[in-house]
């Protein structure tokens, strides 16, 4: 065998390994052929459309498979979820509780020094404990963890007053969510009650990845905020003129419903309105962050509910369907295998390979056109794309599109050996 052949040998198993890997790590089946579960959202009647363009707006942006939402009734928004992403129910139960009334406040300049005094009086608000952990610079950095699954309303409502009660001009005490350690942390931090600007429009965001692997969210304010947001920069940059003395910029909490979830630092004066917004803790919340920027206010949510759902075709079609795919290609298989013998297995082979290597072409395809589509930041490229009904049609349709492909090549190689050619030539021959 010639080197060059050699290599494409080895080049083909190494894409079949992945794919078979690819396979093992399990196959994301849509709502037709995996069931599903339905979210049901009450909403007041006066207020459905905009809701419905608000939840669907937001279940888009995180990168769900497939999601549906539609209207039932006249009262109720239902999002409807693959079994695959069974897990990501809270997040759409959160996506669907949240008003998303989008806010920024100045850190206190002396929080740095008011948190260091909570590490040593070793003062932790009620449901937490102070944990050290070492960050990625191998130094040790104290955070809050929960003690408990959660919190009860009092100890939720205790923790804004938390060590801030006697504080001037009047602040809050908060919580930011971090991720280290591969664990949920909670980041203190000391802010103004007064929002420097507050119910802020966003026309766009989206999630930031960071060379070190840190995620952020960038905004792009509207027009009708971009000029206060132009204004407050101004007065908080390096030099500004209410941070005169100062050569950094102020910090900005960025809250969501009174809760925080990202800072910024002001570096010089912002005239486009853009905003970058940091320390968020990891991918999963900075999609969410993102979506529910950019997607509005939601309002009159009165109900969340939800339920499991069988497919939609019933689990007996879908596992008789898998069964009669399975036993037709291996008697098609056997049949080619049958009927030209030596080369029948070579066929059989073949078609092996094809469906071997078919999810390693779908990721491709599906890689280029969500590239070509823009969205590949939001399932990323190198994911196997859901299976619908109308995905195995096209599957299956290739698949035979392969074999018959393969049968018409290998009858051409075996005529061109039975009238005497050489291997090369018959080769080239069936190529041709």
Known sequence: MRKADKTRLLLAGICAVVSIAILYGGINFGQDLGGSFSVAVTVDKDSRKHTLGVIRKRV???????PVVSASGSDKVVIKLARCDVGMITAVERLCRETGLL?????????????????????????????????????????????GDSLSSEQVAAISSFCATNLTPKSQFMLMPVQAAGKQFFRPCFVDQQPELANMGVDRAWPIRSSGGDW?????????????????????????????????????????????????????????????????????????LSSVCQSGTLRGVTRIEKVGLEPDLGSGVVRAMFLAALL???????????????YGLTIAACVAATVMLLPLGMILAAGILELISGTSGVRGVFALPVLTLWGLAGAGLALTAGVGLNVAIISRIAEEMRAGRSLDISLAGGYR
């Not at 888009?60 to 497939?66: K, N, Q, S, T, Y």
């Not at 740095?112 to 070492?134: C, F």
């Not at 037709?328 to 030596?342: E, Q, S």
Request: proline share 2%; glycine share 10%; hydrophobic share 45%.
């Open 328 to 342: 037709g290609g291996l008697a098609a298989l056997v049949t080619i295998a049958a009927v030209w013998r030596g």
């Open 103 to 147: 806010s920024i406040h100045l850190v206190r300049r002396d929080n740095d020094v008011l948190v260091k005094e909570l590490w040593n009086s070793k003062s932790a608000p009620a449901g937490y404990a102070i944990e050290s952990v070492v960050a990625g610079k191998k130094t040790a950095e104290n955070f809050y963890i929960r003690t």
């Open 60 to 66: 888009e942006g995180v990168g769900l498979a497939a």
């Open 216 to 288: 952020s969210v960038g905004v792009q304010l509207g027009r009708a905020d971009k000029l206060a947001y132009r204004e407050i920069t101004a007065k908080h940059c390096p030099h500004g003129s209410q941070n005169n003395d100062s050569d950094t910029g102020r910090q900005f909490a960025v809250l969501v419903d009174n809760s925080l979830l990202a800072m910024t630092t002001i570096p010089a004066v912002v005239f486009d309105g853009r905003m970058f917004l940091d320390r968020v803790a990891g991918k999963d919340e900075a999609r969410h």
